[in-house]
């Protein structure tokens, strides 16, 4: 059927009432439905995902993903840090992303019990109570009446009616039920529905979302407070071991033994490692102070338990996921975000349907039922009505192009749905690959990094020995000890970049969410309450 262009008028509908039903009037509304049904564009868009990963996986994984998505929701309770758990869980239950998202979960449950409501008949209860009267009655015929006097009472009439005389009032009470069904011809209200459904399990989908990129930023923020001790341990060191070389370059100096150039040499190298000191401390404290905000524990709390676990325990070496995909569209499949933003294409595909349906005519049956009763002085009267109809049918002619702008409209953000999802499939894969690319690069250096630590360690005892024994002089020894400082630095950053290269591996992958069985997503969304 061709659509109505838009003019410049008034909006004009015209309304057709059957009082009965007709077989040729259902038979050629039938037809209408078959030739004017609304047409959505696809609920499904073609992403692009590739055919395989770029980026090697780390050795250890499971090939194929074996579908465990339990595994990885359990994930954190294996790394056998119970404070990390106890972290974790805080953050989520503190999280206004967590609360917003249960939030829409109960708007968009509330939108899709509405849109389902209005396939359904309405029933509505009406009553209503009025009180009339005080009229003057009015003589059947005239009489005779003194023209003398000129009075003007009332005269009695030839009947014994009483003109001028004022009538009873009467009470009337009313009570009844009132339905109404518009018959869904064309879809409209049936898309709105369907539309509604998707959305509302989108809603949990993306609630699932935020519990992952909590747990996910609060492992992270844990992780980089545990290397930031490491690391203060290891500037500690540095710095005990600068003062005790300062206190014998100052012993030896006054026995004349140490030149007091070399002595102003190391008491700088120890100012230095100090100030090193309480720089490294006050980071640690802005990273328990982000836990803190997180989390929402007491911070006096929260300090004791991370000061009763020794850095030397932190989940610094954590645990594989195993559980990634060969295939990168298994591992997308276990994303909420991406199956949210699916599922956003299948609503707005909907919405378009149903602002499709509004060109096309609408079919409405009403009903009453209804008790009157009459009162008046010394009469009472009751009546019963109802009816069935009128069966109306709505047809938009005229309507100043809103119908056409809201068609726009809905395929504007239809497009804008399948452009967020493709781009959204395109993120996923980045992260998957980038932090599949960490891991690989942390596994491949940190054999070195051991060797390079282990190797400065020794060379600084050599030069330790030497110096203790006058072989070597100041400046071998600090530029020892600074090599083994600058190693130990960069093998505990390597620590933390693994560990953070698994946490993203563990966002990126949908931390442990597994979509809805696609039967029973569907019958929930067909589901009329």
Do not use: K
């Not at 009470?171 to 018959?183: D, F, N």
């Not at 009546?383 to 709505?394: C, E, Q």
């Not at 932090?435 to 990094?449: K, P, T, V």
């Amino acid at each position: 059927m061709g659509t109505l262009s838009a003019v410049d008028r008034p909006s004009l509908d015209v309304r057709c009432t059957f009082q009965v039903w007709r077989g040729p009037v259902c038979a050629a509304l039938a037809a209408l439905s078959s030739a004017c049904a609304s047409m959505r564009p696809p609920a499904q868009v073609p992403s692009a995902a590739p055919a395989a990963w770029h980026a090697s996986l780390p050795h250890g994984m499971q090939l194929p993903h074996d579908g465990s998505s339990t595994a990885l929701a359990g994930w954190w309770a294996r790394q056998g840090d119970p404070l990390l758990v106890d972290l974790i869980e805080a953050a989520q239950a503190q999280s206004p992303n967590v609360a917003s998202a249960a939030a829409r979960i109960a708007e968009a449950r509330s939108a899709r019990a509405a849109a389902g409501a209005a396939l359904l008949p309405t029933l509505d209860g009406v009553g209503s109570v009025g009180r009339s009267g005080g009229g003057v009655a009015t003589a059947s015929a005239p009489t005779a009446t003194s023209a003398s006097t000129g009075a003007s009472a009332a005269t009695v009439t030839e009947n014994g009616a009483t003109a001028g005389a004022s009538s009873a009032p009467v009470t009337t009470w009313q009570a009844g039920l009132q339905t109404r069904w518009e018959i869904d011809l064309f879809g409209r209200l049936r898309s709105n529905r369907d539309a509604a459904a998707l959305r509302l399990v989108g809603a949990d989908a993306r609630w699932h979302q935020a519990r992952v990129s909590v747990a996910a930023e609060t492992a992270t923020t844990y992780v980089d407070e545990r290397a930031c001790q490491r690391q203060t341990g290891v500037v500690a060191s540095d710095s005990n071991s600068r003062a005790e070389t300062l206190r014998l370059s100052e012993l030896s100096m006054r026995a004349g033994f140490t030149a007091p150039a070399d002595t102003a040499l190391v008491r700088a190298g120890a100012a230095d490692a100090s100030a090193r000191l309480t720089q490294q401390r006050g980071q640690c404290a802005l990273l328990r102070n982000a836990l803190v905000a997180l989390t929402g524990i007491n911070a006096g709390a929260l300090g004791q338990r991370l000061d009763a676990a020794p850095p030397a325990t932190a989940p610094l070496a954590m645990t594989t996921i195993g559980s990634v995909s060969e295939v990168p569209a298994g591992a997308l499949a276990q994303r909420p975000d991406v199956f949210a933003a699916e599922l956003e294409v299948a609503a707005a595909s909907a919405a378009v349907g149903a602002a499709e349906a509004e060109r096309y005519p609408r079919l409405a049956l009403s009903g009453s039922i209804s008790a009157l009763q009459l009162r008046t002085s010394g009469f009472r009267s009751s009546f019963d009505t109802w009816s069935i109809g009128p069966l109306a049918l709505t047809l938009p002619l005229l309507n100043y192009g809103s119908i056409t702008g809201n068609i726009e409209a809905a395929r504007a953000r239809y497009d804008e749905a399948a452009a967020l999802y493709r781009a959204n499939v395109r993120q996923a894969v980045s992260e998957v690959e980038q932090a599949l690319i960490n891991l690989q690069s942390s596994d491949a250096r940190s054999g070195d990094a051991r060797s390079s630590v282990d190797n400065f360690e020794v060379a600084l005892r050599a030069a330790q020995a030497r110096y203790d024994s006058g072989l070597a002089n100041l400046f071998d020894l600090e530029s020892a000890r600074r090599l083994v400082f600058v190693a130990q630095t960069a093998q505990v950053s390597l620590e933390r970049e693994r560990a953070e290269a698994w946490i993203a591996l563990y966002r990126a992958m949908g931390g442990g969410w597994a979509r809805p069985d696609s039967e029973a997503a569907q019958a929930t969304a067909s589901i009329t309450p």
